[in-house]
């Protein structure tokens, strides 16, 4: 039962319900909040220790027009996580040849990168409140031959920033997380994680600062999916599962869509949580 989302991980397992969660309502919206914090339920849960939000309820491959809320309600629970101040640096992590792993690079796309803009020219323009933001879409290991994780920390580093915000698509349980779902966690991140191919993992303890992972589903892993389909008696029975199918992941057919609004949703709510001296339709002109 592969799932990068702890809200699954969590309902799998009924042992699980030691966990700290909370719940509430924000318009269409659920927002749920997992603290895993001992070792032993990190361990039965499959997830590093912290703090993990689920906002669900809006389907990127439907309406798409009404995403002010869902963009403000994901800015406000990113930004408990950020520092309050010192440079920000957001990577988009994943491999943009590759559509359902192209969340990542999309994302930076939208995404203010303001560490230039300071002294007379933020002045001159009006942007003297800018917070100071860099934003790097690194690439995958097959693409540079340098691991993602040797890149952000190099620059991490020289740059000295006081987070990073490392953007990935996830892999989900069941389909119907797939392009409705945003999970953000203070705990860090494995680059590949969403298509099974895990990497050097960024956290505050590999590369010295804290690491806010923010992520949408766009896959099933194969396997998951005939596990999660068949009925109960075949599982009991012994379920065979066709070769390879471990190999295999499954996307929705908009997945072109799902990735494009997840991208401008993604990072519009990061320049709302980032630039909090501004307006969403200031923000939203910066951008366009």
């Known amino acids: 039962m592969r799932t990068d989302l702890a809200i699954e991980a969590y309902g799998l397992d009924n042992a699980a319900k030691s966990a700290a969660v909370k719940t509430r309502q924000a318009g269409q919206l659920t927002i749920t909040s997992i603290n895993i914090t001992t070792d032993d339920l990190s361990r039965l849960l499959q997830k590093p220790k912290g703090e993990y939000i689920t906002i669900e309820g809006l389907s990127l491959t439907d309406n798409f027009r009404d995403v002010r809320e869902h963009i403000e309600e994901t800015a406000k629970e990113l930004s408990r996580l950020i520092p309050d101040e010192g440079l920000v640096m957001v990577a988009g992590l994943g491999n943009c040849a590759i559509t359902p792993d192209a969340l990542g690079p999309e994302s930076t796309e939208h995404?203010?990168?303001?560490?230039?803009?300071?002294?007379?020219?933020?002045k001159a323009s009006g942007l003297d409140k800018l917070r100071a933001v860099s934003v790097i879409s690194p690439g995958v290991l097959g693409q540079t031959g340098i691991e993602t994780g040797e890149i952000i920390s190099s620059l991490v580093k020289s740059t000295k920033p006081c987070a990073v915000i490392?953007?990935?698509?996830?892999?989900a349980r069941s389909l119907s997380r797939l392009g409705?779902?945003?999970?953000?966690?203070?705990t860090g991140i494995s680059p590949g994680s969403g298509v099974g191919n895990h990497r050097m993992r960024l956290d505050e303890e590999s590369i010295g600062v804290p690491v806010i992972a923010v992520g949408i589903p766009t896959v099933v892993d194969a396997a998951t999916l005939v596990y999660d389909l068949v009925s109960e008696n075949d599982r009991a029975s012994?379920?065979?599962l066709p070769e390879n199918s471990d190999k295999m992941m499954v996307t929705p057919r908009?997945?072109?869509i799902m990735i494009e609004r997840a991208a401008k949703l993604t990072g519009?709510?990061?320049?709302?949580?980032?630039?909090?001296?501004?307006?969403?339709?200031?923000?939203?002109e910066l951008v366009s």
């Not at 490392?166 to 892999?171: E, N, V």
């Not at 630039?275 to 339709?281: I, L, P």
Request: aromatic share 4%; glycine share 4%.
């Open 111 to 122: 995404i203010l990168a303001t560490r230039h803009i300071k002294g007379e020219l933020a």
């Open 166 to 171: 490392a953007i990935d698509a996830l892999a």
């Open 180 to 186: 409705c779902t945003i999970q953000i966690s203070n």
């Open 238 to 240: 012994g379920l065979k």
């Open 254 to 256: 908009e997945t072109d």
């Open 268 to 284: 519009m709510a990061i320049n709302c949580a980032l630039q909090k001296d501004y307006s969403f339709d200031t923000l939203a």
